[in-house]
Nanobody
Framework: QAQFVESGGGLVQAGGSLRLSCTSS????????LGWYRQAPGKQRESVAM???????TYFDSAKGRFTISRDKADNRLYLELNNLQPEDTAVYYC?????????WGQGTQVTVSS
């Protein structure tokens, strides 16, 4: 079963920015609804944003106004731009189909925000 591969995480100070990237050899990104998710220590995984087949974005509470989801169909990549990061954004960030496919979870990419 194909999995997603995330990259771009790191350690930033509060107020900083990161750009996360996601790809997979198993799916054609232009044909599926995709989403970004995150899991903070001790918490359940939550949805961050999703993008429709027509590239219409939807943001969940944690992302509104600060994060931007986008897709490069030619390159088969999904992006998440994170701006004005806060310590509570510290988590492992994952991409997957939306709704997610259990067998497709990758390793995620760690985002750590220091105060």
């Amino acid at each position: 079963q194909a999995q997603f591969v995330e990259s771009g995480g790191g350690l930033v100070q509060a107020g900083g920015s990161l750009r996360l990237s996601c790809t997979s050899s198993g799916w054609t990104f232009s044909r599926i609804v995709l989403g970004w998710y995150r899991q903070a220590p001790g918490k359940q995984r939550e949805s961050v944003a999703m993008i429709s087949k027509r590239d219409t974005p939807t943001y969940f509470d944690s992302a509104k106004g600060r994060f931007t989801i986008s897709r490069d169909k030619a390159d088969n990549r999904l992006y998440l731009e994170l701006n004005n990061l806060q310590p509570e954004d510290t988590a492992v960030y994952y991409c997957n189909k939306f709704p997610p496919e259990d067998s497709a979870w990758g390793q995620g990419t760690q985002v750590t925000v220091s105060s």
